[in-house]
């Protein structure tokens, strides 16, 4: 559902799409950055330059760079020196949302919560099973 919303770049107001997240006028920006950031990468001699090369060269942003291989539109298979922030912690990563070291910490953290839910499972299923008799000392008398 579209909404009219300010742009984050430079504050105008436009209707906000699935497509952009800023105003025509600053995507018409965006494009022509990426099209020299994408020309200079082009370059046999430019592919395995860093972002911040990239940056130094180019004058854009290191966000949008980082923007661009998000959505895909650069790839870290053909520019290896390049990548973004892991969502987490902010590790470079060339693909995913998260570095390996997140993702193991993760799933080692879902391993050890199914643990212990398993052992106050198995905690209260001997509980339930457990009796207890009481002697009742007048009525040995």
């Not at 592919?47 to 004058?59: H, M």
């Not at 590790?91 to 919560?113: N, V």
């Not at 839910?117 to 299923?125: L, P, T």
Request: with cysteine; proline share 2%; charged share 35%.
């Amino acid at each position: 559902m579209s909404e009219i919303v300010n742009c984050p770049r430079c504050g105008d107001l436009y209707m906000s799409n699935a497509f952009r997240d800023v105003c025509s006028k600053c995507a018409k920006e965006e494009e022509q950055m990426y099209e020299k950031v994408y020309k200079f990468l082009r370059q046999r001699e430019n592919r395995a330059a860093t972002i911040e090369r990239v940056v130094e060269v180019t004058g854009v942003d290191e966000e949008l760079i980082h923007k661009w291989m998000k959505k895909g539109r650069l790839h870290a298979t053909h520019f290896p020196n390049m990548g973004y922030p892991c969502d987490r912690c902010g590790a470079i990563i060339s693909r995913g949302k998260l570095c390996a070291k997140c993702t193991q910490q993760i799933e080692d953290d879902i391993k050890q919560l199914k643990r212990e839910e398993k052992f106050r499972e198995e905690k209260q299923e001997n509980e339930r099973q457990t009796t207890y008799y009481a002697v009742n000392k007048k009525s040995f008398k």
